[in-house]
C-alpha cells in the first residue's frame, strides 16, 4: 500500500521560514511526479507545487513562485517543501500527494495522499 | 487561467436518495477534470478521472459525465459514509485547480 508520511509543519513569525516533508513507500517512488497541495481549514484545496519524477520539472502556483521550492530525494524516496518569506495567508494544511501517472492514463492527478502537516505563520 | 466552479455549495440530501453535484469549467479543459471525496480530518480521495472513469476500488454508484465545459457527479443511492465534501480539479493546464467544492449533507 502507498503510505505518505508528512514532517516539519509548526509555528513561525511572519517572514520565516520551514521545511515540510513526506516521505513514501509503497512503490517506486522514481516513477512518480508528486506534488504539495494545501487547505486553509474549513475551506477548498490549492495545488501549490509539484516535482516531477527526476527532479527536472518543477512547477508553482502563482501565490508562492519565488518563496517556495520544492525538491526530492529519490534515493531516500523523500519529497521536500522549502517555504520561505512565509505570510500569514500562508497557513494552512499541506499535504503531499502522489501523481497518478499511467494507472489513470494522464498526469497532473492525485491518486494518493498523505494524511497532511500544519503550517501556522502567526506573530 | 482555468476557473472551475462548482455548484451548489451544500446539497442536502436523504441516505437513499441521490445526489448530482456540477462543475463548470471557464473554458475547455477536454475530459481532463477529476472527483475527490473528503471526509472530515481526512485527506481528500480520488474517486473519478478522464471525468467519468472510477479510480480503482470506488463504488459504481459514483458517476461521472461530462458536456462540454459541464460536469457532473453523480452519486445513486447515498450512504452514511458518502456525505462529505466533494472537489473537482482540471489536470488540462496550469496552474491546475480545484472547484470550491460541494458539501453533501444529510437533509
Same mark, same amino acid.
Given at each position: 500500500?502507498?503510505?505518505?508520511?508528512?514532517?516539519?509543519?509548526?509555528?513561525?513569525?511572519?517572514?520565516? *521560514?520551514?521545511?515540510? *516533508?513526506?516521505?513514501?513507500?509503497?512503490?517506486?517512488?522514481?516513477?512518480?511526479?508528486?506534488?504539495?497541495?494545501?487547505?486553509?481549514?474549513?475551506?477548498?484545496?490549492?495545488?501549490?507545487?509539484?516535482?516531477?519524477?527526476?527532479? *527536472?520539472?518543477?512547477?508553482?502556483?502563482?501565490?508562492? @513562485?519565488?518563496?517556495?521550492?520544492?525538491?526530492?530525494?529519490?534515493?531516500?524516496?523523500?519529497?521536500?517543501?522549502?517555504?520561505?518569506?512565509?505570510?500569514?495567508?500562508? *497557513?494552512?494544511?499541506?499535504?503531499?500527494? @502522489?501523481?497518478?501517472?499511467?494507472?489513470?492514463?494522464?498526469?497532473?492527478?492525485?491518486?494518493?495522499?498523505?494524511?497532511?502537516?500544519?503550517?501556522?505563520?502567526?506573530? | 487561467?482555468?476557473?472551475?466552479?462548482?455548484? +451548489?455549495?451544500?446539497?442536502?440530501?436523504?441516505?437513499?436518495?441521490? !445526489?448530482?453535484?456540477?462543475?463548470?469549467?471557464?473554458? =475547455?479543459?477536454?475530459?481532463?477534470?477529476?472527483?475527490?471525496?473528503?471526509?472530515?480530518?481526512?485527506? +481528500?480521495?480520488?474517486?473519478?478521472?478522464?471525468? =467519468? %472513469?472510477?479510480?480503482?476500488?470506488?463504488? !459504481?454508484?459514483?458517476?461521472?459525465?461530462? =458536456?462540454?465545459?459541464?460536469? %457532473?457527479?453523480?452519486? =445513486?443511492?447515498?450512504?452514511?459514509?458518502?456525505?462529505?465534501?466533494? /472537489?473537482?480539479?482540471? /489536470?488540462?493546464?496550469?496552474?491546475?485547480?480545484?472547484?470550491?467544492? %460541494?458539501?453533501?449533507? %444529510?437533509?
Amino acid at each position: 500500500d502507498v503510505q505518505l508520511v508528512q514532517s516539519g509543519g509548526g509555528l513561525v513569525q511572519p517572514g520565516g *521560514s520551514l521545511r515540510l *516533508s513526506c516521505a513514501a513507500s509503497g512503490f517506486i517512488f522514481d516513477d512518480y511526479t508528486m506534488h504539495w497541495v494545501r487547505q486553509v481549514p474549513g475551506k477548498g484545496l490549492e495545488w501549490v507545487s509539484l516535482i516531477s519524477w527526476d527532479g *527536472s520539472k518543477t512547477e508553482y502556483a502563482d501565490s508562492v @513562485k519565488g518563496r517556495f521550492t520544492v525538491s526530492r530525494d529519490n534515493s531516500r524516496n523523500s519529497v521536500h517543501l522549502q517555504m520561505n518569506s512565509l505570510r500569514t495567508e500562508d *497557513s494552512a494544511l499541506y499535504f503531499c500527494a @502522489k501523481d497518478c501517472g499511467g494507472a489513470c492514463l494522464s498526469v497532473w492527478l492525485f491518486d494518493s495522499w498523505g494524511p497532511g502537516t500544519v503550517v501556522t505563520v502567526s506573530s | 487561467e482555468i476557473m472551475m466552479t462548482q455548484s +451548489p455549495v451544500t446539497l442536502s440530501v436523504s441516505p437513499g436518495e441521490s !445526489a448530482t453535484l456540477s462543475c463548470r469549467a471557464n473554458q =475547455s479543459i477536454n475530459s481532463d477534470l477529476a472527483w475527490y471525496q473528503q471526509k472530515h480530518g481526512q485527506a +481528500p480521495r480520488l474517486l473519478i478521472y478522464g471525468a =467519468s %472513469t472510477r479510480a480503482t476500488g470506488v463504488p !459504481a454508484r459514483f458517476s461521472g459525465s461530462a =458536456s462540454g465545459t459541464e460536469f %457532473t457527479l453523480t452519486i =445513486s443511492s447515498l450512504q452514511s459514509g458518502d456525505f462529505a465534501v466533494y /472537489y473537482c480539479q482540471q /489536470y488540462n493546464a496550469w496552474p491546475l485547480a480545484f472547484g470550491g467544492g %460541494t458539501k453533501v449533507e %444529510t437533509k
